[in-house]
């Protein structure tokens, strides 16, 4: 675990350590390029300031997941159990992420208002496609004999997929949350840009238009923490949600050395 944190450190030292060498040397002032250092202090320095928008942001980035968790596993099984339904659905999910988000995020808050409910809806657009295609194509790469076998034991659809299906999925299932949860924030960052009363997106914003881009690194410096705090956790849920397959392969090894 360690040495997994030793490589990322070092390599973001080093960068640092150029960016800050680069600025300094340069001259060029604050407002056009600061300082690691200078960002680094405005963060934690005026992080009474920047935490009540990172936790509106927080908000809006969990309330996205949320619902896009209650859309996306459902739909992926309802279109896994009908085919037909994947075939009428299919266009309309990839035509959901070929609109770019700069054109929708202004009719969400012109629909919505300024309010939580647009950045939300914002969010989850983008994280649900990930996660529904995954899980799906989780269900489809299941053995086929293990099929077979459920069907021979009298198992319904229903019985197969929670004890079969679900449990062969998982993997897929987490792969395609990772990637959610990962580009989260750009939901919920651009909703913020196009029309928002607080959050990080909010004061991006607002600090580009007064030459604060101190305060905007430090902004997308919390945006970034947020991230890889939620990348994470969907890691320590995959481990905690799998632990059954560790030990499967722990036994698998144990016998092939045996």
Not at 33 to 38: A, E, F, G, Q
Not at 139 to 167: E, H, I, N
Not at 195 to 220: C, E, H, P
Request: proline share 6%; glycine share 8%; charged share 10%.
């Amino acid at each position: 675990m360690k040495r997994s944190w030793t490589i990322p450190a070092g390599i973001l030292l080093v960068m640092a350590g150029i960016w800050e060498a680069g600025s300094r040397l340069s001259g060029l002032p604050d407002f056009i390029l600061p300082p690691p250092s200078r960002i680094l202090q405005v963060a934690v320095g005026h992080a009474p300031q920047l935490l009540p928008h990172a936790g509106i942001t927080l908000v809006e980035i969990l309330a996205g997941i949320a619902l896009a968790l209650a859309v996306a596993v459902p739909l992926a099984v309802a279109m896994f159990a009908r085919p037909s339904l994947e075939n009428a659905l299919a266009p309309f999910l990839v035509a959901s992420q070929a609109i770019p988000v700069f054109a929708l995020a202004p009719l969400l808050v012109v629909w919505m208002g300024y309010g939580l409910a647009s950045k939300v809806l914002m969010a989850a657009v983008i994280i649900f496609f990930p996660i529904t295609v995954s899980l799906l194509e989780g269900f489809r790469s299941c053995d086929p004999a293990y099929r077979v076998l459920f069907r021979l034991m009298g198992a319904d659809f229903w019985q197969t997929l929670r004890r079969l299906y679900w449990p062969w999925a998982l993997p897929y299932f987490f792969a395609g949350l990772r990637v959610g949860v990962s580009v989260a924030t750009i939901g919920a960052v651009i909703g913020e840009w196009v029309g928002a009363q607080q959050g990080l997106g909010y004061l991006m914003i607002q600090s580009n238009a007064r030459l604060k881009t101190d305060w905007v690194f430090a902004a997308i410096l919390w945006l970034s923490l947020m991230g890889l705090a939620l990348w994470h956790t969907v890691g320590w849920l995959e481990r905690h949600c799998m632990s059954w397959k560790d030990r499967s392969t722990q036994t698998s090894q144990g016998g092939s050395i045996r």
